[in-house]
């Protein structure tokens, strides 16, 4: 069919163009929009700016055809060859791609929000500054894809290749890439703010400068990745692997990189404010100096000397203990549990249950804190449903006054001045929970039950693995009999009463001292 007549044919209505061959055909700027062009041989021929919007072009041949500024939007192009095409400024927006071959194709600002180009094979294409913004790129092949400043904002990547890919200073947030391919790709300066990347292979990958924020990088793979001046406050970094990684003044803060492997990463500089550092895998890191400002404006800086680096990345999880001196029986159990509910309702961070040790003899409450800020004003609260909690809460308090005084037994003013600003944080987070007193007549304990009347001790336990003993009762542990063969490694040990004192001002200060107030 010759392009006259394929012209005539058109403006008399006619719309079915299947399998027709006008290779190498002139057709810049005609009108062929809804025709049906499936399994048609359009190679090498001039489309540009032509209007081939809702037309349907599934399976055609298009290696090296102009399209230049050409509308295809809602265009259905499924299994179709763009091989090597000429798309610059074509509008494909809404438009079918599934399968489709772009190797190397010129789609430089194309125009391709909402389409779909699930398993589309765009290695080496030009992407630079195209919209596949809510985009289809599930499984997709965009190894070595040119997308620098791309926008791909809440596109779907999941399971795409992009090994190789720049994609420098593209915009990717909110954009899903679960269990893609990044390996070696440039992604420096991007932003990825609220994306999920979870299980994301992005190995000897350069993020330098980019934008995590909000990011799911659970189970990523990091290693060897540059992430200098990275920001990646309030990432979920949970089992991630750093191994190697730089991640030299990157941004951690609010972080959660739980059980992630940062062995042989470089984190000097980095901003670790109320990061938590528990089950952290560290071996051979590199660290000279640490940002704990809360703005991230190098205002508390701290440096590290390699046993510093060590101690410092290998925190234990701080804790509340109340031993109480009497065993867990069932109708307790449940007036406990109810007491804790209705507590966790008015202060959150006791919203986790404790985990419960029992004896025949005695009950142990652990309180995991998330950190060691949390301490004092979690202990003031948990001790609450017991009859003990008059005096603990008593203590707790005299403790941060006494840290407040000026006669602290610190050799130097700035240690000094550092564990007063500590205890003034600490008061203020515990005049928030003041208001629980006044909820211990409303818990509904049974009055009549001796587990909430037994003589109770509270020992605090912070990230260095440090003690400090809150109170305990004069009468804790009176009734026992303490025997000489008591070795069952199951028992709550230290049977023997004393009667408590307030630790010395020395214990407290370094208690606090080493808290990750960070």
Known sequence: MEIEELLSSYANGERNFAAINICEAQLSGVNLSGAILTKANLSLANLSRANLSKSDLSYAKLNVTRLSGANLSEAKLNYAILNVANLILANLGDAELVEAALIRAELIRAELSRANLTGAN???????????????LSRSNLSSADLRGASLI??????????????????????????????????SFCNLSGANLSGTNLRWVDLR????????????????????????????????????????????????????NLSGANLTGAKLHSVSRFGLKTEGIICEWLDLSPDGDR????????DEVRKFFH???????????????????INLATAYYEIAQKYSPLSQPPTIKLSHRRTMLTFAMENDNQLFSAAF?????????????????RFLQILQEENLNILQEKEKAKIKNIAEFL??????????????????????LQFFHAPTQTVLCNSSDQTLPVYNHPNFGKHWVKSANFVDPDE????????????????????????THN
Do not use: C
């Open 122 to 136: 765009l290695s080496n294409a030009n992407l630079r500054e195209a919209k596949l913004r809510q985009s289809n």
């Open 154 to 187: 809440a596109a779907n990547l999941e399971g795409a290749n992009l090994q190789g890919a720049d994609l420098s200073r593209a915009d990717l947030s909110s954009a899903n890439a679960t269990n893609a391919e990044f390996k070696q790709a440039n992604l």
């Open 209 to 260: 400068g980019a934008n995590l924020r909000w990011v799911d990088l659970s189970d990523a793979k990091l290693s060897g990745a540059n992430l200098t001046g990275a920001d990646l406050s309030n990432t979920n970094l949970h089992n991630a692997s750093f191994v190697h990684a730089d991640l030299r003044e990157a941004k951690l803060m609010n972080a959660d990189w739980t059980d992630a």
């Open 299 to 306: 205002t508390q800086i701290r440096r590290l000397s390699p």
């Open 315 to 333: 925190q234990t999880l701080p804790t509340i203990q109340i031993i109480i001196d009497a065993p867990l029986d069932h109708e307790s159990h």
């Open 381 to 397: 609260a948990a001790i609450l449903p017991f009859v003990d909690s008059e005096a603990t809460q008593r203590n707790l308090v």
């Open 427 to 448: 008061t203020a987070e515990l005049s928030q929970t003041f208001q629980i007193k006044l909820m211990k007549s409303a818990l509904n304990i049974h009055k009549k």
């Open 492 to 515: 709550i040990t230290a049977i023997e009463s004393t009667k408590y004192t307030l630790p010395e001002t020395s214990i407290i200060s370094n208690f606090v001292k080493n808290f």
